[in-house]
């Protein structure tokens, strides 16, 4: 490798670090409650200059795009298959952890991408993605109380009760510690599931 070459090679493994360095310190500050991180907030977190960060990213926009981007990525080993079969217990139990495992990771993230969503295409399809896969773990996981009859009723309310629209509002309006909205999701999604179909 010629001296130049080892320059350029320098060059870009110093950029991919302080583009990590500015994606994970905008991460750690959502996660630590800032609703709404600014460039100077995540300057100062990260350590990169705020003139660096505009030229690693082309606006706030971009930035949180990468953040959510990253996110995703976390994201991905929470989402596992859950049982399909057994106890009705042990079903609503399985998904009610998950859910929470999940939303718990998500939250300080997903309340940003939900401002986002609505002018960024991307995000908005992202959360959709998401959404899909919640919803196709509840028919997996359900499918013997599903086929009781009001079965598309019947997903639609599990879904609410399972989303992570329902779990910030226990945990935020209602003030809810993590187990006590597992609790509250719990008996919810058990009454659901027992109820006689509507028709």
Not at 43 to 54: C, E, H, L
Not at 124 to 147: D, K, M, N, V, W
Not at 149 to 175: I, K, P
């Amino acid at each position: 490798m010629t001296g130049d070459e080892a320059a350029t090679d320098g060059r870009h493994q110093r950029r991919a670090r302080n583009r990590e360095s500015v994606v994970e310190a905008i991460l750690g500050l959502l996660d630590e409650g800032v609703a709404q991180p600014t460039a100077q907030d995540v300057a100062i977190r990260s350590g990169v200059s705020m003139r660096s960060i505009f030229r690693l990213f082309d606006d706030m926009g971009a930035l949180h795009r990468s953040a959510i981007e990253r996110q995703t990525q976390r994201l991905a080993p929470l989402l596992v298959e859950l049982p399909t079969d057994g106890p009705l217990a042990d079903r609503v139990a399985a998904v009610v952890a998950n859910r929470a495992e999940v939303f718990e990771s998500v939250s300080p993230v997903r309340r940003l991408a939900n401002r986002l969503a609505p002018s960024s295409p991307p995000i908005s399809g992202e959360l959709a993605r998401l959404g899909r896969h919640l919803r196709s773990q509840l028919i997996a996981t359900f499918a013997p109380e599903l086929r009781r009859g009001a079965d598309v009723l019947l997903l639609d309310a599990l879904d609410a009760a399972t989303s992570w629209d329902t779990w910030e509002r226990l945990r935020v309006d209602q003030q809810l510690s993590p187990v006590e909205a597992r609790r509250t999701v719990t008996l919810t999604v058990t009454a659901l599931l027992r109820e006689e179909p509507v028709t």
